[in-house]
């Protein structure tokens, strides 16, 4: 996400041996010959990298660039516009309210006051000890579930402020019992 | 089997494009098969030809379920003759609140997207499908991706199938949380691994698209309608609902009534019964009381609890003074809520999404946001309600200034608002500390 400005000379990201390791590289490279061309791999690619290391790092991102065959600044571009990727680390786990219409009239408001209280960190912060970021989001299409609060990619559904204490602290949160496709391998912690 | 849709009679309708819902065999081809998939899709590829199908669809009359309502079969049918490379893109990004019927359709019936596909597929010619998929889809994801692989390992997807000599390939493309992307053309660039900043029409996708091949964008509900078209007939579908909203549709329903969810039915309920009936809403929560409705997605505009006689058709909302019957999903206001923190919210979406390029939505949206933030924070003034006016009524496609629908659907979310609830807002801000308009001079301008 892109709401933060980074001071790129200081920022922890920098490497001196490639990040995109040969695995990662093979990963992405089943991707090409899906497109008419290799920029369009840009948007896999990506989930890839962020599913592994939790965001999009610079160097990551000229990485991909030559990879790909395009500008670092393209990458940066598209990176940026897209608010689900991140470009630079972010907690353990992502807590995510809705705060789109049907949520909103369930009571989304609490229940981001309650994880604010609970987390001890504003929106778009991450917990000193790195455990958790707190951040909101437009509809998430799980509106017959409102008010939602996702930890990482699990719903919990029609959550209370009372909740949010138990939700956080259950170290099962985000785990998701599902058969995986191994295109994808999620977001670490699922 | 009654196919013909009675809103006295609830108990007469039998689900359709829900048919799988609840039934977690179907989710696996082998169930799906056991259930009567894909017969549809052999039967086109080997018993038709593709102009068959698109006559079949067209005369069927199905309007695209994502929003614009145009016709799918027209739609195929503009596809240049001499072309050779087409794409089919499936439209899953499913961003406008609060919308989630395409999700039900994905998480229990993976099946009869990809059946519908290959029909698409087919009657367009086309070689590679993408679904584009929000990428906050994640469970979806991998029960789509799963139902490909299956399909891929029985020879339904790849080269050759159904021994038709006709093959297709089907890749989910993942998005990064833009709405703008479920704008055809912002999902085309996304596709291209750029940013999805909408293209100028025309050309349109049909001459132009994806890799600038003819391309068609078909939402996912729409695609699931069709294997139905193709067993059934058209004449089946036509005698769903009524004239010109032929078929079976999905209605989403959310907010504070006591069976939020997704429910389908033909296209001759009114609003009420969605939100009152049993087999839908079931009431208000807690005797709450509706006052407003966003009944087709937000982008469609409002309506006031005393216009709930709507039917959710193609034709009835423009008489209520909406853009349309948009995604067919509703969200209740009750009375307990402040008009000003909605009409906030949803300029706050806008704002959020508007792509940037043109500069009355840029602008606009985010114009409209402080204002409606300044008069949820008790900072309203009395012109801001003719500004908001003002701004929405300069704005989108349809005054001919924007390059795509999002500004439409922002100006008619607002001005619906500031049109139909003038009067609570005014007298919100009667109601305000006098000092406030002055800091509230201070603090914007
Ligand atoms: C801002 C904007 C967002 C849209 N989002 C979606 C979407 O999430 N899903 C969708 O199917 N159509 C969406 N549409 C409509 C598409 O542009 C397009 O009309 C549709 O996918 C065509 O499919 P159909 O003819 O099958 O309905 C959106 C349109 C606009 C202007
Ligand atoms: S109307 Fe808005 S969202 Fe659409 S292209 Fe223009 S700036 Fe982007
Ligand atoms: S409004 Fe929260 S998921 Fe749709």
Redesign the pocket.
């Known amino acids: 996400m892109s709401w933060k400005v980074i001071d790129r000379n200081a920022a922890p990201d920098k490497a001196e041996a490639p990040v995109l390791t040969d695995a990662l590289v093979e990963k992405i490279r089943v991707f090409l010959p899906r497109y008419e061309t290799k920029r369009a791999a840009l948007l896999p690619a990506l989930h890839v990298v962020q599913d592994h290391f939790g965001y999009v790092s610079w160097q990551a991102m000229q990485e991909l660039a030559e990879l790909l065959e395009i500008n670092a600044s393209d990458v940066f571009d598209v990176v940026t516009f897209y608010t689900y990727f991140w470009t630079h680390p972010r907690g353990e786990k992502v807590v995510t309210v809705c705060r789109s219409t049907a949520c909103a009239f369930m009571g989304a408001d609490s229940v981001l006051d309650e994880c604010k209280k609970v987390l001890g960190i504003g929106e778009h912060e991450t917990t000193a000890d790195g455990k958790f970021s707190l951040q909101t989001e437009e509809c998430l299409a799980t509106c017959d579930h409102a008010p939602c609060l996702y930890v990482n990619e699990r719903c919990h559904k029609h959550v209370k402020p009372e909740d949010v204490r138990r939700i956080i602290e259950d170290p099962n949160n985000a785990k998701l019992d599902i058969e995986r496709s191994t295109l994808f391998d999620g977001v670490k912690g699922a | 089997m009654v196919r013909t849709a009675d809103p006295t009679n609830l108990s007469t309708y039998e689900p359709i494009l829900l048919r799988h819902v609840g039934v977690p065999e179907a989710r696996t081809l082998e169930g799906y098969r056991a259930r009567g998939g894909y017969k549809a899709a052999e039967k086109a590829l080997t018993q038709m030809s593709a102009d068959d199908v698109i006559d079949e669809v067209k005369r069927a009359n199905l309007r ?7 016709p ?1 079969g027209v ?1 195929w049918s503009f596809l240049p003759k001499d072309r050779t490379v087409t794409y089919l893109c499936v ?1 899953a ?4 609140p609060p919308t989630f019927s ?1 999700r039900v359709l994905m998480e229990n019936d993976p099946h009869a997207l990809i059946e519908g596909t290959i029909i698409a597929g087919y009657a367009t010619r086309a070689t590679t499908a993408y679904i584009y998929m929000r990428g906050e889809f994640w469970e979806q994801f991998h029960i789509v991706q799963k139902a490909i692989d299956e399909a891929y390992a029985a020879g339904i997807l790849g080269k050759d199938i159904f021994g038709s000599g006709y093959g297709l390939n089907v890749y989910i493309h993942r998005g990064g949380g833009a ?2 992307c ?3 053309t912002g999902l085309i660039e996304s596709i291209e691994g750029k940013r999805g900043w909408p293209r100028i029409k025309p050309p349109f996708p049909a001459i132009e698209g994806l890799f600038r091949k003819p391309t068609v ?4 509900e ?1 695609l699931c309608n069709v294997p139905h078209i193709i067993e059934r007939g058209a004449d089946w579908f036509l005698g769903i609902g009524p004239e010109g909203s032929s078929g079976p549709k999905l209605f989403c329903i959310s907010g504070p009534v006591k069976k939020p969810g997704c429910y389908e039915w033909a296209m001759d309920i009114s609003l009420r019964e969605l939100i009152e009936d049993p087999r839908f809403g079931g009431g208000m929560r807690d005797g709450k009381k509706v006052k407003a409705v966003f009944p087709g997605g937000i982008s469609m505009g409002v309506v006031t609890g005393d216009e709930l006689d709507m039917k959710m058709n193609f034709t009835d909302p423009a008489k209520f003074g909406l853009l349309g019957l948009g995604t067919a999903a509703a969200v209740v206001v009750d009375d307990s809520i402040d008009i000003r923190t909605v009409i906030r919210n949803v300029a706050r979406f806008f704002s959020h999404e508007s792509c940037g390029q043109c500069t009355q939505c840029r602008e606009g949206t985010s114009w409209m946001f402080k204002m409606t933030d300044r008069l949820a924070g008790n900072l309203g003034r009395r012109e801001d309600l003719d500004l908001l006016a003002e701004v929405s009524g300069n704005m989108g496609m349809m005054p001919g200034m924007s390059i ?3 500004s439409d ?1 922002a100006a008619f979310a607002i001005k619906t608002v500031i049109k139909k609830f003038r009067s609570e807002l005014e007298e919100c801000i009667a109601r305000e500390n006098p000092e406030a308009v002055k800091i509230a001079l201070e603090v914007v301008n």
């Open positions: 695209g379920r994502g929003g614009a309502g145009f799918a739609k439209n990004d499913e961003s406008e395409n709405y703008v479920g704008e055809e964008v078909n939402n996912v729409t795509c629908g999002l659907g």
